[in-house]
């Protein structure tokens, strides 16, 4: 037993990582510190030769990997950026499409394509269209009903 055992070494190797993960936000880090914590409490009970404490770690980020990846947020490829509440509103057309043309939405100018399978030729200005899709500033209008 000397004055520093090999379970202090891996606090402090868990405690750097996780301070340089609080300054980063990777969740991949994260994982690193808590595997290296998970090896600190296993040193410390165990007090295993140096493979197995490497091994420990390994399987040890390993799994706390796996387990931040369950509680992270899925992003689904359905809108989230704040614009799915503008699906299904009516909107004004100001210009017509070639191919592009531009709407009103609560007073502010959009760029606007027709949904697929529309056609551009009978649509004059003025028209109320409806919102089907937002792709960052250009909105996805089809004919209202």
Do not use: C
């Not at 796996?66 to 799915?84: A, P, Y």
């Amino acid at each position: 037993m000397g004055w520093i055992e090999h379970w202090h070494s891996w606090f402090m190797i868990a405690s750097v990582v996780l301070i340089i993960e609080l300054m980063s936000g990777t969740y991949f880090l994260l994982a690193v510190a808590g595997g290296a914590f998970i090896t600190t409490v296993f040193t410390a009970w165990m007090m295993p030769t140096i493979t197995m404490q490497i091994l420990s770690f390994a399987i040890a980020s390993a799994l706390s990997y796996f387990l931040l990846q369950s509680f992270r947020k899925k992003k689904s490829e359905v809108n989230t950026d704040g614009t799915q509440h503008m699906i299904g509103q009516n909107v004004e057309l100001v210009d017509a499409f070639n191919p592009q043309g531009r709407v009103r939405y609560k007073g502010v100018l959009w760029l606007a394509k027709l949904e697929a399978g529309q056609t551009d030729e009978e649509i004059p200005t003025k028209t109320q269209l409806v919102i089907v899709a937002v792709d960052g500033s250009t909105l996805t209008v089809k004919k209202a009903a």
